[in-house]
């Protein structure tokens, strides 16, 4: 996709210009405009029901804006679903390899690893998913998120479930991805420190507000 | 993948052989071998044929298995995990790769069936041309695997799918083909447009005479195709990545 030149002058990597989202007659998202810049890690908060999930849905291409338009770069999307959306009758394992495939990569054995490690969840590799604990689910859904090393990441409700320790390792991680460039987008209904945030938007009646 | 789901299934693997043996236990319960005069719809010579009322309810019981459970497996393979596999396609795979892939496991599961359901015939009966009786079940499979993919495309919820396909499979092989049920079987203006018509000549024509059955052959193919066609654009249509 061609980079615009509104995203070059800002410097984003990801652009929402006035996206609408309606569903019949309910108005989800009425003008909702934002951007990302590169190693940013912007935080999007909001109550139960207020778009947070349509808004990134649209974002990754699930949904289509009724109105607006999502401007991206070239780069590589990771998009982390608030749904546990993992194969439950494969393993751990037999999950990486079906999304690795999905990637089309070649060598990701080194990247599970390391995720398996990061996460701490390596004991269950070759566990049933069905037969995993939420928390470890969410790990895993989480995971398949990173496996392909992307430039941006699209994070819904990302430690839901998580246990205390589990957390901090995510934010330890999501700061050496920050170093690295990477830019991270990251939906929660709940905000423990604010200050984890280079910006950080509240949803409420439709619509985008700098917090 | 998908072949891993499926074995580690195994109430399914061991209904897919129970449900067929069970039908035809209860057809061959409840029928005698009394003669049975019926002209086959797809000849169209004045012709008769003379069979046993057991023998050819066997057939017709042993496609409608083939077809509830091949219509059902497919239905299956599309509606489980739908989101998942959304998520797959965001992640880069083709709506078409994954639906090939899931409809190159029905045609093997097909055939596996299709041939476990048409062997137990000589435990009842003779059929003339025994292989062919084989092939039509395969092909009642094929066709009604295909339905079930469209019908999996089509509707998210698998209540309503399943609603779908009992309705079709049962009134379609089960009752209209059968020339015991419908006394105008004959007459092809109403069956002929039905998924196991030519599945189910097929069948009956090998089972019980020496006719061609080139022309139900092609037409199975061609059926099960145009269904599987729908089934992919309507599959791509839902994956598709906005």
């Known amino acids: 996709m061609v980079m615009p030149e509104s995203a070059l002058k800002n410097e984003y990597i990801l652009e929402v210009q006035h996206v609408a989202k309606s569903f019949g007659k309910l108005n989800v998202l009425k003008d909702v405009s934002f951007g990302i810049r590169q190693g940013e890690i912007v935080g999007i908060v909001g109550e139960n029901g207020a778009g947070k999930s349509t808004l990134l849905k649209i974002l990754v291409g699930l949904l289509s804006p009724t109105d607006g338009e999502v401007v991206t770069i070239k780069g590589k999307m990771g998009y982390c679903p608030q749904e546990l959306l993992t194969f439950e009758t494969l393993t751990v394992r037999e999950n990486f390899c079906y999304f690795a495939a999905a990637y089309g990569l070649n060598e990701w054995q080194e990247t599970k690893d390391d995720l398996l490690d990061r996460f701490r969840f390596r004991q269950y590799e070759d566990m049933l998913v069905s037969k995993l604990s939420s928390g470890t689910k969410q790990k895993l859904n989480l995971a398949i998120a990173l496996l392909h090393l992307p430039d941006v990441l699209i994070l819904d409700e990302p430690y839901s479930g998580f246990d205390w320790e589990t957390y901090l390792h995510f934010w330890d991680f999501t700061g050496e991805l920050k170093l690295k460039k990477k830019s991270i987008l990251i939906i929660s209904h709940l905000v423990y420190d604010q200050s984890k945030f280079d910006t950080l938007f509240e949803l409420k009646s439709g619509v985008l507000k700098c917090v | ?242």
């Open chain 2, 1 to 242: 993948m998908t072949v891993k789901e499926l074995l580690r299934s195994r109430i399914t693997l061991i209904l897919l052989f129970l449900i067929p043996t069970l039908f035809y236990a209860l057809v061959a319960l409840t029928t005698t071998d009394r003669t049975i005069a019926f002209r086959l719809a797809s000849i169209s010579e004045e012709t008769f044929v003379d069979v046993s009322e057991r023998s050819e309810s066997l057939i017709f019981i042993g496609l409608a298995a083939v077809g509830l459970l091949t219509s059902f497996l497919a239905l299956n393979l599309v509606q489980k995990h739908s989101e998942t596999t959304r998520r797959l396609v965001l992640c880069g795979y083709q709506p078409a790769e994954l639906i090939v892939s899931k409809l190159l496991v029905l045609v093997c599961i097909v055939v596996l069936i299709g041939c476990y359901v048409g062997a137990m015939l000589p435990l009842f009966f003779d059929p003339k041309h025994f292989i062919f009786v084989i092939v039509g079940f395969a092909l009642g499979g094929f066709v009604y695997g295909c339905y079930g993919l469209l019908v999996g495309s089509i509707f998210k919820r698998e209540l309503e799918g399943i609603l779908f396909i009992v309705l079709l499979a049962n009134i379609d092989a089960g009752w209209l083909q059968n020339p015991i049920f419908y006394a105008e079987a004959h007459n092809k203006a109403i069956i002929r447009h039905l998924p196991a018509y030519f599945p189910s000549q097929t069948s009956i024509i090998s089972a019980f005479t020496d006719y061609d059955i080139g022309t139900s052959i092609i037409g199975s193919f061609v059926y099960g195709s145009l269904l599987l066609v729908a089934a992919l654009v309507i599959y791509w249509w839902r994956m598709r990545i906005r």
